[in-house]
């Protein structure tokens, strides 16, 4: 099993094992680096503070707004193909950070997405919606300053798709997504719409808006940002601003996560001693023998129970930093890491299990007023 | 000159100079022949009886549900770009006498195309679109058996246009239409919707559909009898059947009127003294002195003032098959028959334009109601 210690020694506990990939979508991509930026930030959110957010596009304007306490923006949203996973609540914890920060929280259930991307019917989707509905509520999302809508039912979005088409060349479409049919690239001109829609006047017209990714979205923000500029005398678009995050690695030490392979992950709805299961028998960054490991030390920077610490589940960074010194020292072992994990983790898994059962109704409510506003439903 | 009697001899009246183009539409893209269905026809038009609507694509379902009296729906429209002209006449007349057959007409105002295919911006097509509106109300068509509506407020539309995004690859598109910009390719989708429309539960189901066209704009109905097999199960669509028109020559002699040639057409709301003059100097079938065409005939296939007569203004074959035999002949010359022509031209122009003025505030409240369907209007 090769380690990145072989090609670059880090030692910080909010690194990452795969930096050199980072560094080449910051050359490559126009990614900026975040950790600059870290000390202007007035409130810095657990992934910004731990480098989980590790780049941006254009932070800036978003940076001025916080400070200033001006009208800014967050959105995101979620396909809704499943239950909330720790992918999304990635996503669904920066919208709401930013939400707590000042901004107007927009968040889109990209049911269009999911139909033209991974082939769910809009009657599907619909099933799943309410459920992602409340899990963001249950996490502190605030619909009295936030927007939750559904993709196929957004008008704006829609009308928005269709004034970009003009400006999205064939070229630019392959050069960013590849040979795709129709449907994908329309959801893309649709995915624009939902970034710059919280930009119209129904909203109070242009401002800075921070789209909080995972570094595989980011073409989306590329799109966005090509088209927000071609647009811009038209709509006096701010172009969208990005916080680029990294992805977790699958607990079985696969790259990533994945649906295709169930030990990879759990969602927040899975029975705990599933969860715990999972965890128990998770890919490590420990030695073959106790004896080893006590004498050299555990590698943290490839190790997936530690990611589970360090991206979501231990509030406390320097608890992070004990686990992390104490692994690398031989002192921790990886079985008791473990149980300390499962402890943590079966902790927020099942106060958010509870949490989410109050606003069930609330989040069926707000998805048939979503569908309310549409003027008729083929999807 | 080159004519086409050196290649076949055309002795029809309502033959064509560039029949040997149409043979190959019959045989590359599987465009029908309609001369054999024309027996067939319950009460045919002046345009299938003089072989203008020259070919077909399965329209026999259509045939059927016209003499059985079912129902069956007509589809056209206009992109809202400029007045009514020759062009968008022919449709329009078709679209009434289909309707007058038993059709519901749907009549839809093409802002999306206009705006992805010519730029013209939604405020500008709006202020078309109720001129263009009234023209089809003083033609005879009736608002009470029809739908007329605009492209980009019709939401049902473009849901069809978003579920038949998946359906349409890549490849297909460039196929039939070759590398375009992301608008265009939407708007093709969008006309698709337009289509197959009348089709859904909305109005009253399945149902035979036939779309009037001039053979340029058959590669939309080949996109949408794709789409429509594909989506099939899902909403029982019937195929969509078109009847497919010949193009006018240019008043100039050139093949096609185009806008950008403002003496090889005119509109309906055009000053008669500049029809009339257009028409004067049009390009004929007339040999180059008088003692020759006396001697030789003239010859009406390549003659855009016999255009005219045949085509569209004089309503009596008999009288249209007078003119071809004199104008072969030599009895009839091109001077005397231009003001023959500018006689009828400018007797159904000035009729059409006091009629319209009749129509003018239904179609301005036809086209309120349409944008007060919309959600929003942020095109």
């Known amino acids: 099993m090769p380690t990145t210690d072989d090609k670059k020694t880090i030692i910080d506990p909010f690194g990452t094992t795969i930096i050199e990939d980072y560094d080449r979508l910051y050359e490559e991509f126009g990614i900026q680096p975040f950790r600059p930026l870290l000390s202007q930030v007035p409130n810095p959110s657990m992934y910004m503070r731990r480098n989980v957010v590790f780049g941006h596009r254009d932070l800036q304007p978003v940076l001025e707004a916080m400070k200033n306490h001006k009208d800014f923006a967050v959105m995101s949203g979620i396909k809704p193909t499943g239950e909330f996973h720790l992918g999304t609540l990635m996503t669904a914890q920066e919208v709401i950070y930013f939400q707590s920060q000042g901004a107007t929280a927009f968040y889109c259930i990209a049911d269009v997405e999911a139909y033209e991307d991974n082939r769910i019917p809009f009657e599907r989707s619909q099933k799943y919606a309410a459920g992602n509905i409340a899990d963001l509520l249950a996490l502190g999302f605030n619909p009295k300053k936030g927007y939750i809508y559904q993709q196929s039912k957004e008008r704006r979005v829609q009308d928005l798709a269709i004034i970009f088409g003009r400006g999205a060349t064939l070229a630019t479409m392959k050069a960013i997504y590849g040979e795709r049919h129709m449907g994908y690239y329309l959801s893309a001109l649709i995915q624009a719409g939902d970034i710059l829609m919280p930009q119209l006047k129904d909203f109070d017209g242009p401002k800075p808006t921070v789209v909080p990714v995972g570094v595989d979205q980011d073409p989306h923000l590329r799109l966005t940002r090509d088209l ?101 020292s031989g002192k921790l072992l990886c079985g008791e890491h473990k149980n300390q994990t499962i402890e943590t983790v079966l902790k927020f898994i099942k106060n958010h299990q509870r949490e989410r059962r109050k606003f069930v109704d609330k989040a069926r409510k707000i998805l048939q007023e979503s569908v309310m506003q549409a003027h008729c439903s083929n999807l």
């Not at 690695?249 to 029975?271: A, I, Q, V, W």
């Not at 006590?294 to 129970?305: A, E, F, H, T």
């Open 228 to 328: 927000a500029s071609k647009f811009r005398r038209k709509y006096n678009f701010i172009l969208p601003s990005s916080t680029v995050h990294k992805i977790m690695k699958g607990l079985d030490g696969s790259p990533k996560m994945s649906k295709r392979n169930p030990t990879s992950y759990f969602t927040l709805h899975e029975e705990p001693e599933s969860i715990a299961n999972k965890i128990s028998n998770a890919f490590t960054g420990g030695k073959p023998t106790v004896a080893e490991q006590r004498k050299l030390g555990g590698n943290p920077d490839i190790c997936p129970v530690y990611e589970l610490d360090m991206y979501q589940f231990v509030e406390d960074d320097r608890k992070v930093i004990r686990v992390y010194q104490d692994c690398k």
